[in-house]
């Protein structure tokens, strides 16, 4: 709106989506289903996929740093004293974990958004 030039006036309504089910339903896979697909939606806008490589000898602080949603992803490469690391991080803590990998010697540090999660 402001590179456009364009500013709100008003709030003519505010709005809420809300997805009400039946527990008898009859059709609780697809509710399930669309409830997963929600929440997937939801939580891929509060983090970041952070790709990076480490030496072995700083995996471990790397880890404190980054522990993920429940654990990083840690893939070998073709050295083998480095390890590549993926892991989720909130968007708000998402420019000072990177500082701090930075800090310690992780390289390589890319992060991405996540367009779904499940």
Known sequence: MRAAG?????TLLETQA???SNPHSPHRELIAKI????QGHLDSTKYRLVQYNASR???????RITPGKKSPSILPLEDPEYVAVSVMVPNKELAE???ELIAI???DVMVFQIQNYR
């Open 57 to 63: 000898a700083i995996l471990p602080q790397c880890v």
């Open 6 to 10: 364009l500013c709100e006036l008003e």
């Open 18 to 20: 809300c997805l009400i």
């Open 97 to 99: 974990r990177v500082d």
């Open 35 to 38: 409830k997963a697909r929600i």
């Open 105 to 107: 010697g992780a390289t």
